[in-house]
Structure formats: C-alpha cells, structure tokens
C-alpha cells in the first residue's frame, strides 16, 4: 500500500498529477483545491496518498493532510459516494470545511459540490455526523514542501518518561484540540470555553473526541 509520495512535479492536467520519485512516475487524482496548492513542474511536492482497487483498475488519489485522506476514505464507506464524489465534495469544501458541515449537520453545504445530490448529502451526514469529531481530533498534516529525498514513513518521536500522573496532561491536551476544534467550526472562543468546561465537568476524563462530541451537543440550538 503507498501511503505518502514524495518528489518532483512532472507535470499537471486536470484532475491529477504525474509525480516523479527517483526516476519512478507515479499518476496521482487529486481535488481541484488540492491542485491550486501543488507547486509548478519541476519542484518539490510530498502527498498523502490512498490508494482505489478495483477489477480492471488501480488508482492513487493525494491529500494535503492525514485528515483529508480520512474524510476521503470514510465519504467512500457511504452509499452512493464514489472515489469522484469524493474528491468532488473535498475539493469543494476542503477536509475543515467538511468537518464543519458534518458535525454540524449542514447537509445543504455538502450538496454544493458537483455531483453530490441532497439525499446523499443527507446520508453523508447522518452515516458520518458521530465519525466527525475523532477525525477533527487527528494530529498531523501533509507538507506539499517537503524535500522528495525524505523517507517516506515518518518515524515517531520516543515517548518521554513520565514522572507524574498522566491524566492532568492528557486532558489539557483535550481540551486545547477541543477548544481549537470548536474554533475552526465558528464558535466564539468564550462559548467554546464554556461547552469545553461544562463537558468537563460531566466527563472529567474524557478525551479528544468525546469532549468535542460534548461539546457539540451543549452547544447545539435547544428547541
């Protein structure tokens, strides 16, 4: 499986681009965002990749980020979304963009990409809407500068010796991805502080995902 490619801009046509790695030419589909980000031929590019098998075909879609290749893989898990319609409603919204419409419930945001009509927007979201905030919680990004020599698997930092109780650290690390989750969805930062807060208070170890989760419902319209 290529899970990230990383070299040279051979070229760019319409909805994907030739990447060269070392002599080797590998054709990869992306977004129409994504392609207004690459560089021009001839310099550097490093993508995120996931990689579509099919009977007759093989083909090798890149992301900017960890976070779009997910939405892209889970937008496939959804009936009556293609590899297409994916990259579609990606290149339309870009993977904060679809983290908004969908932990919020916007369906109507969804349907503005090509291709995508307002019963599988509806779908997208009801299948997705509980998914959303483990995927906002994701660390990581892609670097669309990154130098083609690099090796291809990054390799995790040593975890640091612990010396004290890990549970204090782990939920202010909580609560900062969740504040800036919250952020990134358009809420005030003294409404997200408090949803974050009174979550907390009710789950007092709860992590990433599940405080934004929390917070989502505290913040939601009532009535």
Known sequence: ???????????????????????????????????????????????????????????????????????????MSVQGIGAKASMSILGALGADGVSRAIALGDWTALKAAKGVGPKTAQRVVIELKDKAPSVMAMAGGGDL?????????????????????????????????????????????SDAASAVVQALGDSPDADTPTLIREALKLLAPKG
């Open 145 to 189: 500068s990154a130098d083609p020599a690099e090796v291809i698997e990054d390799t995790p930092a040593p975890a640091p010796e612990r010396r004290t109780p890990p549970q204090p650290a782990a939920n202010a690390a909580a609560q900062s991805e969740a504040l800036s989750a919250l952020g990134n969805l358009g809420y005030s930062p």
């Open 1 to 75: 499986m290529i899970g990230r490619i990383a070299g040279r801009v051979d070229y760019k046509a319409l909805d994907h681009v030739l990447i060269d790695v070392r002599g080797v030419g590998y054709l990869v589909f992306v977004s129409d965002r994504t392609m207004v980000a690459l560089p021009p031929a001839g310099e550097a590019v490093a993508l995120y990749t996931d990689l579509l098998v099919q009977e007759t075909n093989l083909q090798l879609f890149g992301f900017t980020s960890l976070v779009e290749k997910e939405w892209h893989r889970l937008l």
